[in-house]
């Protein structure tokens, strides 16, 4: 299985701050992965798909980038309605594995 | 308009069997490139991929479940239906089913999900 990890686990920001949360997998992925994000007692929401596609709807300070096995996702400025868990899924082969997370939380 | 809602118990005891229903619209999966999975979220942690039944019936599981995992469609009811075999508290999560966007793999429509305790 493709293991994932993001950095960090957890980021403290305040409105306005641009945040850039990394994923890496275990093994090559190519470009493919996807990012959520989730808000407490909801579904995950779809941010970003391969090969670092915006979701329909998705603001535009959200953004994707990277290849192999590092990534990132990047919030250019941050709202309130961002403070959010994020994670990241790599789509290159089964089993799907996502990473552990990213906390956004208020400064 | 996609939307996908599952259904089920919410409390099963250990060793029991779950059964959980998505029940979709918005979409077919007699078309082709659709799938709908099956995702699950311990409380307070991280999101599990468990199933995928693609339109033409091809399925796939997560090796770590695989053996106490079923999934199943019928399309005249725009249903996925999932099995768990031999229930554990450890399998106590959030159970999500999800749109499947083939060839992109992602999932880009959720359920609301629905919490799951298995406690005797």
């Known amino acids: 299985d493709i293991q994932m990890t993001q950095s960090p686990s957890s980021v403290s920001a305040s409105v306005g701050d641009r945040v850039t949360i990394t994923c890496r997998a275990s093994q090559g992925i190519a470009r493919w992965l996807a990012w959520y994000q989730q808000k407490p007692g909801k579904a995950p929401k779809l941010l970003i798909y391969p090969p670092s596609t915006l979701q329909s709807g998705v603001p535009s300070r959200f953004s994707g980038s990277g290849s192999g096995t590092d990534f990132t996702l990047t919030i250019s400025s941050l709202q309130p309605e961002d403070f959010a868990t994020y994670y990241c899924q790599q789509a290159n082969s089964f089993p799907f594995t996502f990473g552990p997370g990213t906390k956004v939380d208020i400064k | 308009q996609i939307t996908l809602k599952e259904s089920g118990p919410t409390l099963v005891k250990p060793t029991q069997t779950l059964t959980l229903t998505c029940t979709f619209s918005g979409f077919s999966l007699s078309t082709t490139e659709v799938g709908v999975g099956w995702i699950r979220q311990p409380p307070g942690k991280a999101l599990e991929w468990l199933a995928l039944i693609y339109w033409d019936d091809d399925k796939r599981y997560s090796p770590s479940v695989k053996s106490r995992l079923t999934i199943t469609k019928d399309t005249s009811k725009n249903q996925v239906v999932l099995t768990m075999t031999n229930m554990d508290p450890v399998d106590t999560a959030t159970y999500y089913c999800?749109?499947?966007?083939?060839?992109?793999?992602?999932?880009?429509?959720w359920g609301q999900g629905t919490l799951v305790t298995v406690s005797s």
């Open positions: 999800a749109h499947f966007v083939y060839g992109d793999y992602y999932f880009d429509y």
